[in-house]
């Protein structure tokens, strides 16, 4: 396993996280949510994403007993705040209120002292952006909190933030966590040009397309039985991907993978790597072995030529609208 700095900060991660967004909790039985956070420690994986909403916040506590007994010191373990934990207005959002309780939930669930790094997983329209990040500031400062990121928001409001932390003090903000992969690049035009002149990192999800860049999607075909496009926590975010004309492309791209002897995941997770603002890439897996074989492509480094070809068979179906990374207009 490598490691690389997040953004400008003196923390370094490991190229390849583990997050546990659709499996622990909800799509798999703890006793393999726990195996492959095993397969993980042993394939050199430290870093750890999770969220205080995922699995209604059962991933938590599964990570939480996953990573019982390791050395902290040795991990990183990122976790994020803003959709709803529970059914009033305050449940949600990034009030100082929220920010707090939720951070409190969090640490308890994951059964620490603190986090590495704590997320704003969306923009929150309605509260002022000096709350929030006085909130987190003020997490810092107490040292429950290491660093502060933000996940999937646009380059204007991550300016914005920036701006409001200097003129006021504040921490920076070291991260932004969006999707990126071959098929959906939105950051490329405007995200990545600012983070890396203000020094944040990407730390990013869905680098394998929700698995559609496995190949094991076919085109006219059904998906599989256990697919994550059958499965209704994750299903819905993959059925846009589903059309002949991306999946025919998608095919495309395994001689290139076989040319490099590498597995489809493998090439996939390798190329968002490529992007030297990219400060790791988040995997998923409900089983070990899919650990196994994704951790295979830190280091791999991936040719201009090849990178030209990927382009070429992918073509018109990659997604590049900066548009595209919004936030609900209101609190969910």
């Given at each position: 396993m490598?490691f690389?700095?997040?953004g400008?900060?003196g923390?370094?991660?490991?190229?390849?996280?583990?997050?546990?967004?659709?499996?622990h909790g909800?799509?798999?039985?703890?006793?393999?949510?726990r195996?492959?956070?095993?397969?993980?420690?042993?394939?050199g994986?430290?870093?750890?994403?999770?969220?205080?909403v995922?699995?209604?916040?059962?991933a938590?506590e599964v990570l939480?007993?996953?990573?019982?007994?390791?050395?902290?010191?040795?991990?990183?373990?990122?976790?994020?705040?803003?959709?709803?934990?529970?059914?009033?207005p305050?449940?949600?959002?990034?009030?100082?209120?929220?920010?707090?309780?939720?951070?409190?939930?969090?640490?308890?669930?994951?059964?620490t002292?603190?986090?590495?790094?704590y997320?704003?997983?969306?923009?929150?329209?309605?509260?002022?952006?000096?709350?929030?990040?006085?909130?987190?500031?003020?997490?810092?400062?107490?040292?429950?909190v290491?660093?502060?990121?933000?996940?999937?928001?646009?380059?204007?409001?991550?300016?914005?933030?920036?701006?409001?932390?200097?003129?006021m003090g504040?921490?920076?903000?070291?991260?932004?966590?969006?999707?990126?992969?071959?098929?959906?690049?939105v950051?490329?035009?405007?995200?990545?040009?600012?983070?890396?002149?203000?020094?944040l990192?990407?730390?990013?999800?869905s680098?394998?397309?929700?698995?559609?860049?496995?190949?094991?999607?076919?085109?006219?075909?059904?998906?599989?039985?256990?697919?994550?496009?059958?499965?209704?926590?994750?299903?819905?975010?993959?059925?846009?991907?589903?059309t002949?004309?991306?999946?025919?492309?998608?095919?495309?791209?395994?001689?290139?993978?076989?040319?490099?002897?590498l597995?489809?995941?493998?090439?996939?997770?390798?190329?968002?790597?490529?992007n030297?603002?990219?400060?790791?890439?988040?995997?998923g897996?409900?089983r070990?072995?899919?650990v196994?074989?994704?951790?295979?492509?830190?280091?791999v480094?991936?040719?201009?030529?090849?990178?030209?070809?990927?382009?070429?068979?992918?073509?018109?179906?990659?997604?590049?609208?900066?548009?595209?990374?919004?936030?609900?207009?209101?609190?969910?």
């Amino acid at each position: 396993m490598e490691f690389r700095r997040l953004g400008r900060s003196g923390l370094k991660v490991s190229e390849i996280s583990y997050g546990n967004w659709i499996t622990h909790g909800s799509q798999v039985e703890e006793d393999a949510a726990r195996d492959c956070v095993a397969a993980a420690l042993d394939e050199g994986i430290t870093t750890f994403d999770t969220a205080d909403v995922y699995a209604g916040t059962k991933a938590e506590e599964v990570l939480g007993r996953a990573l019982k007994g390791q050395r902290r010191e040795s991990l990183e373990i990122f976790t994020k705040v803003y959709w709803p934990t529970g059914p009033t207005p305050n449940n949600r959002g990034l009030s100082r209120k929220h920010i707090f309780e939720s951070i409190h939930g969090s640490l308890r669930r994951l059964q620490t002292d603190y986090v590495d790094l704590y997320q704003a997983h969306r923009f929150d329209f309605e509260t002022p952006l000096e709350e929030t990040l006085r909130a987190f500031d003020d997490l810092v400062r107490q040292g429950k909190v290491l660093y502060v990121g933000v996940s999937e928001w646009t380059a204007d409001q991550i300016a914005q933030a920036l701006r409001i932390a200097d003129e006021m003090g504040f921490d920076r903000l070291v991260s932004n966590q969006p999707q990126y992969s071959m098929l959906w690049r939105v950051i490329e035009e405007e995200v990545v040009p600012l983070c890396e002149k203000e020094g944040l990192g990407q730390i990013v999800w869905s680098p394998i397309a929700q698995g559609v860049l496995t190949g094991k999607y076919l085109p006219g075909q059904p998906p599989p039985a256990g697919s994550r496009a059958t499965d209704p926590s994750g299903g819905g975010f993959i059925g846009a991907m589903l059309t002949d004309d991306l999946l025919t492309r998608v095919q495309g791209l395994k001689p290139i993978a076989a040319d490099l002897g590498l597995s489809m995941a493998q090439l996939a997770v390798a190329w968002v790597l490529q992007n030297p603002n990219v400060s790791s890439a988040i995997i998923g897996a409900s089983r070990p072995e899919q650990v196994r074989d994704n951790v295979k492509a830190s280091g791999v480094k991936l040719d201009a030529d090849v990178l030209a070809k990927i382009d070429d068979v992918l073509g018109p179906v990659v997604e590049r609208d900066p548009r595209k990374t919004v936030s609900p207009a209101r609190r969910p």
